[in-house]
């Protein structure tokens, strides 16, 4: 891992930084890149405007890690008024979450209980619950409560990283659910003895779990997701599926609001479906800094701002 992405990654974590810059305008003013706005309005805007051309979306409210069970249960009714705008406003969009937003750290069984509230309100409105994945430390209790709401209902998903050692065999173990996996590359900061230190060896490990949940999806045993913007990756991955016997609607893209916006409407006029992730929320503070961290280049769009 680069020095500029691991500083960043720290940086990510600092409440003293999160405070100096959020309230600038020019970092204000960048985050816009990957945020149509604060607001769940702005978000749900986006999502129909992204409908009108053939995309679907996935909405998700920033923030983690959060203080008390009356922060959580506030997230818990956010998500339920979510899914009640994307049914009355008709729009093919589902939602991702992040289990420490849920109060994880706090109390799992509590955490449990909002997830399937959650679920079931998904399924009810006919759109999806995504679950995020998060630093290693809650691997496994994100993947126990997923398979606690998976077995209650099926419109629920997971992410999985790539870039952790542990995946392989994490992956095999949820199989034999039929699940729905986002696979992504990994966002955090994690030691060498937890995740592949290189790019390369990342590269190499997504391709291989993609190749194993192309399997499966060709199949009809797996919702497979792409949650990638690496293109190369994306066509090499489809020349897979091809040679598996599986069509482009057998797999999904999922890609982040801003980045290789072109990109996605190609794939989706190629018959694959694609999703675009919108973030919305004043919490952007540490997910803003680990998009920097994804293309440090995107350091230089903030200094100039700063500059101009
Ligand atoms: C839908 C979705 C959901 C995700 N959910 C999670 C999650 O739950 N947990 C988690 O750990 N991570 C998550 N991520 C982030 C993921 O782990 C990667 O950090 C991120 O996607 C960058 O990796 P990449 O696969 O795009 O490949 P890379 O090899 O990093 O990038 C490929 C190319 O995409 C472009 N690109 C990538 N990132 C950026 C950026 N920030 N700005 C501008 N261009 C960029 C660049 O041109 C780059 O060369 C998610 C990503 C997506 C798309």
Redesign the pocket.
Known sequence: MSLTRRLLLRASRSTWLARQLSQRAFFRRAVRR?MPGEDLSAALAAAADLAREGLGS?LTQLGEQVTSRDEAAGVRDHYLRVLEDIRQRQLPAEI?V?LTHLGLDLNPKACLQDLLALAARAAADESFLWI???ESRYVDPTLELFQAVRTAHEGVGL?L?A?LRRTPADLEALLPLAPAI?L?????NEPPDVALPS?PEV?AA?AVLAGRLLERAARGEARA?F?????G?IARLRQRALGLGAAPGAYEV???Y???ASAQRALQSEGVPV?V?ISYGTHWFPWYM??????P??VWFVVRHLMG
Request: hydrophobic share 35%; proline share 0%; charged share 35%.
């Open positions: 990957f996935v991702s992040k995020d994945m998060e992410c990283q870039y986002r992504v590359k990994g966002a955090y790019k590269d997504y997701v949650g990638t913007h690496d293109l990756l999922h890609m982040l801003g980045i290789r999703r992730l680990r998009r920097l961290a994804e293309r280049a995107n």
